[in-house]
């Protein structure tokens, strides 16, 4: 697989000052921070970025959740990256995470999981098309 991720630092993280801490982590496991920003998502980005999720139950709160604060989204490079930024950050729920993943220290629950990780090269590829423009990207 390849060498590029994408993260967000959710709102619940962010509003608790753990953003640092989790950059920390990201990098103590060997990740390379290409590019970061803070960004306010609006209901209509939010909409668009978790349209695969249209339809859940969760949906409506998962769009409120992550318009109710500032994110901060980053570029992360490292062999294997997508696959083992999913190991670092651990199960989608915290309860269920591994003792020293990130959700398991910073998350609360599986709607406030504190990160994003992508699940495939496509979609970092495509997350990072998102949230970056070209020129912010030009590794
Ligand atoms: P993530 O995988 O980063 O992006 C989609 C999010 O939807 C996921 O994290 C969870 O925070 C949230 N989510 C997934 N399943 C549930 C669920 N059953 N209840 C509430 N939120 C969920």
Redesign the pocket.
């Known amino acids: 697989s390849g060498n590029i991720t994408f993260t967000?630092i959710?709102p619940d993280a962010v509003s608790k000052n753990y953003t640092e801490a989790i950059f920390e982590k990201i990098e103590k496991a060997g990740f390379e921070v290409l590019k970061r920003k803070d960004v306010c998502l609006t209901k209509e980005l939010a909409e668009n970025f978790?349209e695969i999720?249209k339809g859940?139950?969760?949906f409506a709160?998962?769009v409120e959740?992550m318009t109710s604060g500032p994110i901060v989204v980053a570029a992360l490079k490292k062999g294997n990256a997508v696959e083992d930024f999913r190991a670092t950050i651990g199960k989608?729920?915290p309860l269920e995470a591994a003792e020293g993943t990130i959700r398991k220290v910073y998350g609360e629950?599986?709607?406030?999981?504190a990160?994003?990780?992508s699940?495939s090269d496509e979609n970092a590829q495509r997350e990072i098309r998102f949230f970056f423009t070209p020129e912010e990207v030009e590794f």
């Open positions: 967000i959710k978790y999720h859940q139950p969760f709160g998962l959740f989608t729920n629950m599986v709607s406030r999981n990160i994003h990780g699940d």
